[in-house]
């Protein structure tokens, strides 16, 4: 039986008793399923865990699509304040923090 699939760990936390899991995403029938562990003391650096990941998405279609990362990223940031300002997603979301 197979699983979900998975994203490989990152070649600088392979080995790392210290690296702590931080968030994990799934895109399941269209919606997203999350599990992540609060792991910070404040909650502003969720902020920049989330900046970063957006970062880092925009380099990559910025890579594999004809939108540079300046757009990519507008986009990213134009759904990020929509989405905030009226959640698409109430009650259909699943999460599990531990």
Do not use: C, K, Y
């Amino acid at each position: 039986m197979s699983g979900p699939r998975e994203q490989p760990l990152p070649p600088d936390v392979i080995g790392r008793n210290d690296a702590v899991e931080v968030l994990r995403a799934f895109v399941v029938d269209g919606g997203l399923s999350i599990a992540f562990t609060r792991a910070f003391e404040e909650p502003d650096m969720w902020g920049m865990l989330l900046v970063d990941i957006a970062r880092h998405a925009a380099r990559a279609f910025s890579r594999e699509t004809d939108l540079s990362e300046q757009e990519a990223l507008a986009r990213i940031v134009d759904m990020f304040q929509a989405e905030l300002a009226r959640p698409s997603d109430l009650g259909e979301t699943s999460s599990r923090t531990q």
